[in-house]
């Protein structure tokens, strides 16, 4: 797939479409000379630590394609010493490939990469090589880069866990076929068919979901005349303005002051009373309040309520059940 995006393979079927200044090129049918432009270009590729050239220093292979693209000189060693700065190897600028460990080899292909500041990386299995740490590590690293420079990101791994951590979108193929393609927490919690389904079985739910995913909709929540149950003894309720605004909680008739939380703030020191999050709270911290307070979590999206998040809720994500 990755060989067919950057024109390697020929697509013997169909189109494939990659934007370049307000139009789109299709790869599949385009001139050499909009291939070869959108490789020096648009397009990157990251795969593990090979093509990196045992002859040339760590500087020298990131400046590889810059000069490919003929940029001057002093633009090149600026760019290179950013993307060395950026992985964390501007002491080893000058070794070369084999005086490197395996994780910093994949750092240095990845620097590359970054240098010519292509819109669009393809990376295949980049961090498979590597032990767990440093494999870790990487993804970490790649995640806080991806959040400072917006790419695009086409990321191939056989390794499911890899692909709910660092995925926005995932594609499961099977066959050469797209099998399902969705967002990390609709594969875990609605697998298209029992391909995906064995696929996802052994996953960590913790690590993937999120509250939005989870939660009761206040459409599906019981309400009266405005305010929202939030037990299914009906002692609880939260009292909702226009735009779902908070205008109150009350229980058994009184008076219930909601407490908030934001991520980072210690879980050990919320009282005994429902909580309000941020809709996108991950499960793991969902549970640990729930857990803490004895009550449910109210989930806002910019200070308007959206959902409900109790132990019905984060029952079914654990057993892998969706609610209907």
């Not at 000379?33 to 090979?50: D, G, P, S």
């Not at 760590?58 to 700065?85: A, C, H, T, W, Y």
């Not at 690590?207 to 009761?216: A, E, H, P």
Request: glycine residues 8%.
């Amino acid at each position: 797939m990755l060989r067919c995006i950057n024109g390697l393979n020929t697509v013997s079927r169909g189109k494939l479409f990659v934007e370049h200044e307000g139009r789109q090129i299709d790869i599949a049918s385009c001139t050499p000379a909009e291939l070869k432009m959108m490789r020096t270009k648009r397009i990157a590729m990251v795969f593990q630590k090979f093509a990196l050239m045992p002859w040339l220093t760590v500087r020298e292979n990131i400046s590889f394609g810059l000069e490919m693209q003929g940029r001057p000189e002093k633009e090149r060693k600026k760019l290179v010493d950013e993307k060395l700065e950026l992985v964390g190897l501007t002491q080893w600028r000058n070794k070369k490939p084999d005086e490197l460990s395996g994780g910093m080899q994949q750092r240095v292909g990845l620097a590359r990469a970054l240098a010519m500041d292509a819109d669009i990386l393809l990376m295949d299995e980049p961090f498979s090589a590597l032990d767990p740490l440093i494999r870790q590590g990487l993804q970490d690293e790649l995640l806080e880069l991806q959040r400072k420079l917006s790419k695009t990101i086409v990321f191939v791994s056989h390794d499911l866990d890899e692909a709910l951590k660092l995925g926005s979108r995932i594609a499961i193929m099977k066959d050469g076929r797209i099998i399902q393609y969705s967002k990390p927490e609709e594969i875990v919690l609605n697998p298209a068919d029992d391909y995906v389904r064995t696929f996802v079985a052994h996953t960590n739910p913790l690590n993937v979901l999120c509250g939005r995913s989870l939660m009761r909709t206040l459409d599906n929540c019981k309400r009266i005349n405005g305010s929202v149950c939030l037990d299914p003894g009906g002692d609880s309720w939260l009292d909702l303005a226009e735009g779902n605004t908070i205008k109150g909680a009350r229980q058994n008739g009184e008076s219930l002051d909601l407490q908030n939380w934001i991520p980072g703030q210690a879980v050990e020191g919320l009282g005994r009373r429902p909580t309000l999050v941020d809709s996108n709270i991950g499960m793991r911290d969902a549970l640990q309040i729930r857990y803490q307070t004895g009550n449910k979590l109210v989930l806002h999206d910019n200070h308007k309520v959206v959902g409900i998040l109790g132990d019905s809720e984060l029952y079914h994500a654990l057993l892998g059940k969706n609610l209907g």
